[in-house]
Nanobody
Framework: QVRLVESGGGLVQPGGSLRLSCAAS????????MRWYRQAPGKERELVAT????????DYADSLKGRFTISRDNAKNMVYLQMNSLKPEDTAVYYC?????????????WGQGTQVTVSS
């Protein structure tokens, strides 16, 4: 059974930090490109960050560069999103996503999301 379970969200004051985690199971994590997306109320889901299978390459939404860091631990089947200097506009549900190519074909898996609220 494929599972992506996000955790680490919550309420934080502007300027604060949070570290999101995503635990993966049921598929070959180490061969999957991992991404974090977010969706704010009334807005479309947007790509936050991408990390390649080895972790050797990362990419971020332009507006988030320098504040967010994506990382992964293939030994633990985990992907993380370190978020610093948080702003109210970072408030959203954050989703973990896995994409790859398995023996049954291409796959695209999503977690259930974790709420991040930045407010004083």
């Amino acid at each position: 059974q494929v599972r992506l379970v996000e955790s680490g969200g919550g309420l934080v004051q502007p300027g604060g930090s949070l570290r999101l985690s995503c635990a993966a199971s049921g598929f070959t994590f180490s061969r999957s490109v991992m991404r974090w997306y977010r969706q704010a109320p009334g807005k479309e889901r947007e790509l936050v960050a991408t990390i390649t299978v080895s972790g050797g390459f990362t990419d971020y939404a332009d507006s988030l560069k320098g504040r967010f860091t994506i990382s992964r631990d293939n030994a633990k089947n985990m992907v993380y999103l370190q978020m610093n200097s948080l702003k109210p506009e970072d408030t959203a549900v954050y989703y973990c996503n896995a994409k790859g190519l398995g023996i049954m074909g291409a796959y695209d898996y999503w977690g259930q999301g974790t709420q991040v609220t930045v407010s004083s």
